[in-house]
């Protein structure tokens, strides 16, 4: 049943995705070139409710399917986690046209191409995997 449950949720996140262009890469280019507002749009609105769902579920002390409670815990702020993350997240995302979330949704698409990129981002996890002990966090 639960399964079911993540794969509405998928199929809903593919389409708005999908249908707000959020996976088109002429919209991503033209966001990092600063020439339109649509995606800041998006990803305002994203950033507005997931706020507000953190929110919700802190104030109501939601709990995930398995009915544990949902915590958030603190991570250590340092320059190097937000200067490193943000550069190598912000490269790939400029360099391939697509962000993590939609990457999918291109393959359901028939954006075969996207593939590469897809076999980037699982390679760079296993890698980050391999090397998380060695690097600042």
């Known amino acids: 049943m639960k ?18 262009e959020a996976i088109s890469w002429f919209r991503i280019q033209e966001m990092f070139r600063f020439q339109d507002f649509h995606m800041y749009g998006i990803i305002g609105t994203a950033v507005i409710l997931g706020a507000l769902g953190v929110w919700l579920i802190k104030k109501y002390q939601l709990r995930d399917f ?6 958030f815990n603190p991570k250590e702020k340092t320059w190097t986690r937000y200067l490193l993350g943000g550069t190598f997240f912000g490269l790939g995302w400029a360099l391939t046209g697509a962000c993590p979330g939609p990457l999918f949704v291109n ?4 954006y075969y191409a996207i593939l590469i990129a897809i076999l980037g981002a699982v390679l760079g996890t296993w890698l980050y995997g391999l090397l998380r ?5």
């Open 3 to 20: 399964a079911i449950v993540y794969i509405i949720a998928g199929t809903a996140f593919g389409i708005v995705m999908a249908k707000s």
């Open 66 to 71: 398995s009915g544990n409670p949902i915590v």
């Open 107 to 110: 393959l359901g698409y028939g």
């Open 133 to 137: 002990d060695k690097l600042p966090h």
